[in-house]
């Protein structure tokens, strides 16, 4: 979606002249122009103001940012050598702070971690790719055009169908500009992005009236070749465009590797952070529409890598003390002339940024292995609960009514929103429960009350999925998703067998049959609508929950299911997490 822009004379005039490098090419009739810390910007001859901010694998350099610890060191060099024009603009460039904050900005985009007033942002040029590799290798264009074979004629509809259900509702890149380089110069663009891009659209190929539903390409052969084009892409020439494909790639669905996601995220996050996309660049003299690009990028790893933590049971990799880039306003996600979706899609997505936030503080109770969990628990509930119900106070009425009603769910992007708060609710009250079993191992009224509340938490998760219509089950969705059935079918069964002592007091446990309604909505979504994100829950648990459900054996069988499946006495993440090794 675009970025509300100021004229490029202002941005040209407020950029110093050091940080700015034109270029022209031979191969695309844009010009090209690169402000010092960040990548290629490719601006239309037919709207100055939309930027692409792509780069191509021919590039030779990265910018790198230089560490705080040597920032001080660095500036006086970058002072000493800006008389040497051509020997400052190969070794350091400079973004510092525009003066005169912006109306209305934090004070933690204004002021540095000690306090003070921000330092500039240092970069240096690096060499992109290993020496002697050229920097166009012939087995990972050969996959790409392999790709774009299989696709045509229909490459320029799954490229409509991705910002249409995609980027709408998870912004990444500029609609305009983008599809204008694809259609001039696309040859600029990474092979790596476009193969990830196609790939990403494949799951909405069925419900989309402008491709053949006679045909259909095999999807995975495509993401197959695809993720062979980044993982050349990211030892080759690593770049900007290289973590937008990573992005698409983890969030692509369906999933199948599960390890190989986390090793494309830690890439990306590393490679985002020595680009400087950690560090807040809204009072930076770049462009608006580079601005947009660098926080959009930030904004989309740090979602994925709380969800993916909290699906996987692996630590977050971004720390909140180690950025700065502020949270997601409509001014850097719509135009004034935005439609109502644009506009709903985007406060949607605000609101799932900033939900990701109160994800982070849980995150940390649950990984911290040093902490005396005897110690002030009743504080750390009391802070856990304040945290969601501010999030929710600062909902519009709009997006507050999605989250706790579950009304409209007709706007992009909504469905996954619920399904994500449901889940940041469920582990809080898991967590909370974990809590009272550490100061009250019997099971008294107050641990009671826990589990009634940890059940009910499911339950508006099970609520959800039998009201979903074919409309939200071809919306955008996250795949970490699927793991919020998995989680809350592991507990549904955990108190069922933990509550009963017979088969046939099991069969008609209120628990089980919240288990078992969740996998038939799941099973009638997966058949019906071709619905994915239900597939783990459903390996992994419709067997099981149909032998219990019709289980006449005597009551020691029930035992050996609670023995099987869960402990009271497992660690919070083993009962939070299934066994995730049945997937592979």
Same mark, same amino acid.
């Given at each position: 979606?675009?970025?509300?822009?100021?004229?490029?004379?202002?941005?040209?005039?407020?950029?110093?002249?050091?940080?700015?490098?034109?270029?022209?090419?031979?191969?695309?009739?844009?010009?090209?122009?690169?402000?010092?810390?960040?990548?290629?910007?490719?601006?239309?001859?037919?709207?100055?103001?939309?930027? /692409?901010?792509?780069?191509?694998?021919?590039?030779?350099? *990265?910018?790198?940012?230089?560490?705080?610890?040597?920032?001080?060191?660095?500036?006086?060099? !970058?002072?000493?050598?800006?008389?040497?024009?051509?020997?400052?603009?190969?070794?350091?460039?400079?973004?510092? #702070?525009?003066?005169?904050?912006?109306?209305?900005? @934090?004070?933690?985009?204004?002021?540095?971690?000690?306090?003070?007033?921000? =330092?500039?942002?240092?970069? @240096?040029?690096?060499?992109?790719?290993?020496?002697?590799?050229?920097?166009?290798?012939? !087995?990972?264009?050969?996959?790409? +055009?392999?790709?774009?074979?299989?696709?045509?004629?229909?490459?320029?509809?799954?490229?409509?169908?991705?910002?249409?259900?995609?980027?709408?509702?998870?912004?990444?890149?500029?609609?305009?500009?983008? =599809?204008? %380089?694809? %259609?001039?110069?696309?040859?600029?663009?990474?092979?790596?992005?476009?193969?990830?891009?196609?790939?990403?659209?494949?799951?909405?190929?069925?419900?989309? #009236?402008?491709? #053949?539903?006679?045909?259909?390409?095999?999807?995975?052969?495509?993401?197959? +070749?695809?993720?062979? @084009?980044?993982?050349?892409?990211?030892?080759?020439?690593?770049?900007?465009? @290289?973590?937008?494909?990573?992005?698409?790639?983890?969030?692509?669905?369906?999933?199948?590797?599960?390890?190989?996601?986390?090793?494309?995220?830690? !890439? $990306?996050?590393?490679?985002?952070?020595?680009?400087?996309?950690?560090?807040?660049?809204?009072?930076?003299?770049?462009?608006?529409?580079?601005?947009?690009?660098?926080?959009?990028?930030?904004? !989309?790893?740090?979602?994925?890598?709380?969800?993916?933590?909290? $699906?996987?049971?692996?630590?977050?990799?971004? =720390?909140?003390?180690?950025?700065?880039?502020?949270?997601?306003?409509?001014?850097?996600?719509?135009?004034?002339?935005?439609?109502?979706?644009? *506009?709903?899609?985007?406060?949607?997505?605000?609101?799932?940024?900033?939900?990701?936030?109160?994800?982070?503080?849980?995150?940390?109770?649950?990984?911290?292995?040093? %902490?005396?969990?005897? %110690?002030?628990?009743?504080?750390?509930?009391?802070?856990?609960?304040?945290?969601?119900?501010?999030?929710?106070?600062?909902?519009?009425?709009?997006?507050?009514?999605?989250?706790?009603?579950?009304?409209?769910?007709?706007? #992009?992007?909504?469905?996954?929103?619920? /399904?994500?708060?449901?889940?940041?609710?469920?582990?809080?009250?898991?967590?909370?429960?974990?809590?009272?079993?550490?100061?009250?191992?019997?099971?008294?009224?107050?641990?009671?009350?826990?589990?009634?509340?940890?059940?009910?938490?499911?339950?508006?998760?099970?609520?959800?999925?039998?009201?979903?219509?074919?409309?939200?089950?071809?919306?955008?969705?996250?795949?970490?998703?699927?793991?919020?059935?998995?989680?809350?079918?592991?507990?549904?069964?955990?108190?069922?067998?933990?509550?009963?002592?017979?088969?046939?007091?099991?069969?008609?446990?209120?628990?089980?049959?919240?288990?078992?309604?969740?996998?038939?909505?799941?099973?009638?979504?997966?058949?019906?609508?071709?619905?994915?994100?239900?597939?783990?829950?459903?390996?992994?648990?419709?067997?099981?929950?149909? =032998?219990?459900?019709?289980?006449?054996?005597?009551?020691?069988?029930?035992?050996?299911?609670?023995?099987?499946?869960?402990?009271?006495?497992?660690?919070?993440?083993?009962?939070?997490?299934?066994?995730?090794?049945?997937?592979?």
């Amino acid at each position: 979606m675009p970025c509300r822009r100021e004229p490029l004379a202002v941005a040209a005039a407020k950029a110093p002249q050091s940080s700015i490098h034109v270029r022209t090419t031979s191969t695309s009739p844009p010009t090209s122009t690169t402000s010092a810390p960040g990548p290629k910007a490719v601006l239309s001859p037919h709207n100055p103001h939309l930027m /692409l901010a792509l780069d191509s694998p021919e590039d030779e350099d *990265n910018s790198h940012i230089i560490g705080p610890a040597v920032t001080n060191d660095t500036q006086v060099l !970058a002072d000493y050598l800006s008389s040497e024009p051509s020997i400052h603009e190969r070794m350091i460039r400079v973004v510092k #702070p525009r003066l005169g904050s912006q109306v209305g900005q @934090t004070p933690r985009s204004s002021m540095d971690l000690s306090g003070g007033i921000r =330092k500039p942002v240092i970069f @240096t040029a690096v060499r992109k790719r290993p020496f002697g590799l050229s920097p166009r290798q012939t !087995a990972p264009l050969q996959k790409y +055009q392999i790709v774009e074979k299989m696709l045509e004629p229909w490459t320029s509809t799954l490229i409509d169908l991705y910002f249409q259900k995609v980027n709408i509702c998870f912004p990444l890149l500029d609609e305009v500009s983008f =599809k204008h %380089q694809f %259609q001039t110069a696309r040859d600029r663009i990474s092979p790596a992005l476009l193969s990830v891009l196609y790939a990403h659209s494949m799951i909405f190929w069925k419900n989309c #009236p402008d491709l #053949p539903s006679e045909y259909c390409p095999d999807s995975r052969f495509i993401w197959n +070749q695809a993720t062979e @084009t980044l993982f050349s892409e990211l030892h080759i020439s690593p770049g900007i465009s @290289t973590i937008i494909a990573i992005i698409l790639n983890v969030g692509g669905r369906p999933t199948t590797s599960m390890i190989m996601n986390e090793i494309q995220l830690g !890439a $990306a996050v590393s490679l985002a952070q020595s680009l400087g996309l950690n560090r807040d660049p809204t009072d930076w003299n770049i462009s608006i529409p580079e601005k947009c690009l660098r926080m959009k990028i930030w904004w !989309a790893l740090v979602v994925h890598d709380k969800w993916l933590s909290l $699906a996987y049971g692996t630590p977050p990799q971004i =720390k909140r003390f180690q950025y700065d880039v502020p949270d997601p306003t409509l001014e850097f996600l719509t135009s004034k002339d935005a439609s109502d979706a644009q *506009n709903g899609a985007a406060s949607v997505f605000i609101a799932l940024v900033t939900l990701t936030g109160v994800l982070d503080k849980y995150l940390e109770f649950v990984y911290d292995l040093n %902490q005396d969990r005897d %110690q002030d628990n009743g504080q750390t509930s009391l802070g856990l609960e304040l945290s969601l119900g501010q999030w929710e106070d600062s909902l519009s009425d709009d997006v507050r009514r999605i989250i706790t009603r579950g009304n409209n769910l007709h706007i #992009p992007g909504a469905a996954n929103l619920r /399904l994500a708060y449901l889940s940041t609710k469920l582990l809080r009250r898991r967590i909370e429960l974990d809590i009272e079993k550490q100061e009250d191992a019997a099971l008294g009224d107050a641990l009671t009350n826990r589990y009634i509340q940890v059940r009910r938490a499911a339950e508006e998760i099970v609520l959800l999925v039998q009201e979903l219509e074919e409309i939200h089950l071809s919306d955008f969705w996250l795949p970490v998703s699927a793991f919020a059935f998995t989680s809350a079918i592991t507990f549904l069964l955990r108190c069922a067998l933990e509550t009963e002592n017979t088969a046939a007091g099991l069969a008609q446990s209120a628990s089980l049959r919240l288990a078992n309604n969740l996998i038939d909505s799941l099973q009638s979504h997966q058949q019906k609508s071709g619905w994915d994100l239900g597939d783990l829950c459903l390996a992994q648990y419709a067997e099981v929950v149909e =032998k219990l459900m019709t289980a006449d054996s005597p009551s020691a069988t029930v035992p050996e299911f609670q023995q099987l499946m869960m402990s009271s006495e497992v660690p919070i993440i083993d009962e939070l997490f299934p066994n995730l090794w049945d997937m592979f």
